[in-house]
């Protein structure tokens, strides 16, 4: 059992753990990233034919729009630098068509849910790290709208309110792997990076964060690891090796 924090005293001691961030997608939300992507795009596809997109320029344009945030330098949020990119593409009729892109997030959408699994892991670590007095925020990568990050979140058993913060392409102008995006997460947080643990299931997108002075913990229920790194430099296992390793953490002589 996760014992309660103890602060008492000890806000000195900068090992303690006070928040911890996790992803969401192979992290909280167990999923294939290559059948969800798969899912994702069909359904959109389907949706938007109707509207003048051909499905291979509308997959296309989707990935182009996703580059554009991914390499968003934090001046505009990932909202607009997606539009914006995606307006390039396909013109300004674009633009007009967004309230069918925030239909299908709320309808068909939720038909995604099918092809990801569920952890009831999951749900049981948030909620008793939450009892135990941490704070917790979803650091998931902010290329989708919040009504899908939302989705994405109740399709794990969780709610938005289980998290102190969560990243959406609306509210941030940077993505993983930047920096920058963990740096603006500690600012909003105003919390040290050596108070936080970063929780996450891709090497590099999540482990990164270490690089600004978190602590990491990788996930490998759905491990990714696209450059075949070293992975024995980083803490990591299931749920239950998570909790023992923040015990571990939080209970070390200072």
């Known amino acids: 059992m996760m014992a309660r924090r103890r602060d008492g005293g000890q806000r000195g001691r900068n090992w303690m753990l006070k928040t911890i961030l996790f992803d969401l997608d192979g992290t909280l939300l167990p999923m ?5 992507t798969k899912a994702y795009f069909q359904r959109l596809a389907q949706k938007l034919m109707p509207h003048g997109y051909e499905p291979k320029a509308l997959v296309d344009g989707i990935w182009a729009g996703t580059a554009a945030m991914v ?4 001046t505009r949020t990932n909202e607009e630098a997606f539009w914006k990119r995606f307006s390039e593409i396909f013109g300004e009729k674009s633009l007009e068509d967004r309230p069918v892109l925030d239909e299908y997030y709320r309808q068909e959408f939720q038909e995604v849910a099918g092809v990801c699994g569920y952890n009831p892991k999951a749900k049981e670590t948030v909620e008793q790290l939450r009892q135990a007095g941490f704070r917790l925020a979803l650091a998931t990568n902010p290329i989708f709208p919040a009504v899908a990050t939302e989705s994405r979140i109740r399709w794990a058993g969780l709610t938005p309110e289980d998290f102190v913060l969560y990243t959406t392409y609306e509210n941030i102008g940077w993505c993983k ?6 740096r603006e997460l500690l600012r909003r ?8 643990l970063m929780v996450g299931n891709d090497a590099k997108e999540d482990m ?3 690089s600004v002075g978190m602590k990491v913990f990788l996930l490998t229920d759905c491990l990714i690891n696209r450059e075949e790194a070293d992975l024995s430099a ?3 296992g299931g749920f239950d090796e998570l909790l023992d390793y923040i015990q571990r953490e939080n209970s070390a002589e200072g």
């Open 32 to 36: 294939d990233q290559d059948l969800f």
């Open 71 to 74: 390499k968003n330098d934090g």
């Open 177 to 182: 792997p930047n920096l920058e995006y963990y």
């Open 189 to 196: 947080l105003e919390c040290p990076a050596e108070e936080c």
């Open 208 to 210: 990164i964060a270490q």
């Open 234 to 236: 980083f803490p990591q």
